[in-house]
């Protein structure tokens, strides 16, 4: 067996092992957060297992487990489609890895306020979430509907996790206490906030907007020191009406100190805008996910 055939069958198994390496690793998260501080608090369930269990509560006759597998049928199907079949077989192994990490977890957290927990919990879950979904897979649930929206309208994940589980919270408030209801909610917005930042915040490009006298200097700079495309657009003084090159340009975040140190050299009085990017497409410095 030559050792271009072993390199060749080496890189798609190397990337089969740390999908699933990441995926096992979010999995035991989110199975700590459940099993060490959702349980043990009574906090409402968030996603589609807190979908299952408002119907089975309303219906009792009805199986969560159950439920719980035909609330997701029409996501996966949704995922052969709309996503690709790559993500749809990570998923179902994400699902099956999932679920076997709530059963094995168990573990004892020694903490009884509950704010604390709901804090903590929103933490440790939101951690393992956005692990998950740094994979090529889901866990199943909203991970695949948050997917779906994040191609198809630009609805970030962490958002739409928020926004369903308000609404199972909405029905549960008629179910459960309302103390209970609020706590769950933190936990659900702390979630929520931890899952945009392990996905798309540590990744995040800035823009930046340089207009400078010496814009040719600069830019000469970008492209020799940070190895970085940018345009040069023609702007005008609103009030004195002179000619001026503006410099546009998308850095990651580790680059921005540089580029700051490139502006502040040739040109210390340059008018300078940085902002935050959802998400760019594009060659090298491009963020999107990577379902």
Sequence with gaps: MSLMYLQTLWKPLRQIVWNVILLTAGSAACA???NGLLIP???VSGGFTGLALAFHYLVPWLSVAVLYFLFNVPLFIASWFLVNRRFFLYSVVGMMIFSAAVAWVQVTIPLEDPLLSALLAGIIMGAGSGVILRSL???GG?????VILLQRLSVQ???TFLAFNVVILAVCVFLFSLEIVLYTLIYMYVSSQIINLV???LSQRKAIFIVSLQWEAISRQILQEIHRG????HGEGGYSGSQRRVLYTVVTFRELGLLKQIIRREDPGAFVVVTDTREVMGHRIGNQPHW
């Design 32 to 34: 700590v957060a459940i």
């Design 41 to 43: 608090q009574r906090f």
């Design 137 to 139: 897979g889901s866990a």
């Design 142 to 146: 909203t991970d695949i509907l948050s």
């Design 157 to 159: 994940p962490g958002t």
């Design 199 to 201: 996905i798309t915040g």
């Design 230 to 233: 940018l345009t040069v657009l």
